[in-house]
């Protein structure tokens, strides 16, 4: 028995997948509500690949928007470039979707794998003479697993129990974001300043994506009452269509803020444990290659899970297809936030290099 640690898209997903595949797997969340944070999510062509082994792909398509054309202008709203969006022969689309709506959709293909929701793990223990790990749960509950996988984000429970304690390092960016239910662009639109930078993109159904970057090299805090009003004190030099973009919020608690943070761990694996997403790797969202990682995480630890191999040929195997591919998005992840602290327009440059790299099948 597998046992996942963590609801979100990569748990998910490794739930489905480990499901039709015929691996028996269970999965916690310590979450009681499926409570998502963010607002919207770029599914790479890579990443809509992944989803299709899932099983998901067409649905995320139909309740998603395709990014036909990507628009960047600056400050003011003068146009500095439009390009097609990213489309790659023989691989997919890219999709920019609601993140509650991703998660509807993966635990509606996830539904027969038994789940408990408000449950987290409190200790497990890799020392047992059998090879699995024990584990105790937050209710008091026990049981004992072939394999356990966390997947339960940057700040994972079970990357803090298992592993040597690492402690994810801010990159430099700050965001605030949300999803609302407005139009205000007929594509993905981009606005770039010197060290600012607000998205608004539509993700389907009438609903935009709406996001707000400051360059900040010491992280700061943005108290939930009057987070509005300081963001339009902070971008209310921004033209179309960031300044409609600021006069649609409504509730100050509705808008997320955070810094970007990356994750970087010297062993994803040990003994019958395993970490997956962004509990081994999360990086900037930048790139917006953060959930197709995951996916792609979940595919491939069940190939692997599902050959007929020991359990530490399969997590090495999993490591070693794995891990060239994340560092790279890390490394090109960096590039990409000096350009956009320049005001730079450089998405001819992004689009050629990431399909280079990332249309090869994992």
């Known amino acids: 028995m597998i046992l996942i640690v963590g609801g979100g898209i990569a748990g998910l997903a490794l739930a489905a997948r480990l499901h039709r595949l015929g691996l028996p797997c269970e999965l916690v969340e310590r979450?009681?509500?499926?409570?998502?944070?963010?607002?919207?999510?770029?599914?790479?062509?890579?990443g809509l690949r992944a989803l299709r082994a899932v099983g998901v792909a067409t649905e995320v398509e139909a309740r998603g928007a395709r990014l036909d054309r990507l628009r960047v202008l600056d400050r003011t709203g003068r146009l500095l470039s439009e390009r097609p969006g990213d489309a790659w022969a023989g691989v997919?689309?890219?999709?920019?979707?609601?993140?509650?709506?991703?998660?509807?959709?993966?635990?509606?293909?996830?539904?027969?794998?038994?789940?408990?929701?408000g449950v987290g793990v409190a200790s497990i223990s890799t020392g047992e003479p059998d090879g699995r790990a024990a584990v105790v749960f937050s209710d008091g509950t026990r049981g004992r697993y072939d394999l356990v996988?966390?997947?339960?984000?940057?700040?994972?429970?079970?990357?803090?129990?298992?592993?040597?304690?690492?402690?994810?390092?801010?990159?430099?960016?700050?965001?605030?974001?949300?999803?609302?239910?407005?139009?205000?662009?007929?594509?993905?639109?981009?606005m770039v300043d010197a060290d600012r930078y607000v998205a608004v993109?539509?993700?389907?159904?009438g609903v935009s994506y709406l996001a707000w970057q400051v360059h900040a090299a010491t992280p700061f805090d943005d108290p939930t009452e009057g987070r509005i009003a300081r963001l339009r004190a902070r971008?209310?030099?921004?033209?179309?269509?960031?300044?409609?973009?600021?006069?649609?919020?409504?509730?100050?608690?509705?808008?997320?803020?955070?810094?970007?943070?990356?994750?970087?761990?010297?062993?994803?694996h040990r003994g019958p444990v395993v970490l997956i997403g962004d509990a081994a790797h999360a990086c900037s969202p930048t790139?917006?290659?953060?959930?197709s990682l995951a996916v792609?995480?979940?595919?491939?630890?069940?190939?692997?899970?599902?050959?007929?191999?020991?359990?530490?040929?399969?997590?090495?195997?999993?490591?070693?297809?794995?891990?060239?591919?994340?560092?790279?998005?890390?490394?090109?992840?960096?590039?990409?936030?000096?350009?956009?602290?320049?005001?730079?327009?450089?998405?001819?440059?992004?689009?050629e290099q990431v399909r280079t790299v990332l249309e090869r099948a994992i």
């Open 31 to 46: 979450d009681p509500a499926w409570s998502t944070v963010g607002g919207g999510i770029t599914l790479y062509p890579n």
């Open 92 to 117: 997919g689309a890219t999709v920019m979707i609601d993140r509650q709506v991703l998660q509807t959709v993966l635990r509606g293909v996830a539904a027969a794998v038994p789940t408990r929701l």
């Open 149 to 190: 996988v966390g997947a339960d984000g940057i700040r994972s429970s079970v990357r803090g129990l298992c592993f040597d304690p690492v402690r994810p390092r801010p990159v430099g960016q700050t965001y605030w974001r949300t999803a609302r239910r407005v139009e205000l662009v007929d594509c993905a639109t981009m």
């Open 201 to 205: 993109m539509p993700l389907g159904g």
């Open 235 to 268: 971008f209310g030099d921004f033209g179309e269509p960031a300044a409609s973009a600021l006069a649609s919020l409504r509730e100050d608690a509705e808008l997320h803020f955070g810094p970007a943070e990356e994750l970087v761990i010297a062993a994803w």
């Open 287 to 291: 790139l917006a290659q953060g959930g």
């Open 296 to 351: 792609e995480d979940a595919v491939v630890l069940a190939e692997e899970l599902a050959r007929d191999v020991d359990r530490e040929t399969a997590l090495a195997a999993f490591v070693a297809r794995r891990k060239p591919r994340v560092d790279w998005v890390r490394e090109r992840t960096h590039h990409e936030i000096e350009q956009l602290n320049r005001g730079a327009d450089h998405l001819a440059e992004r689009t």
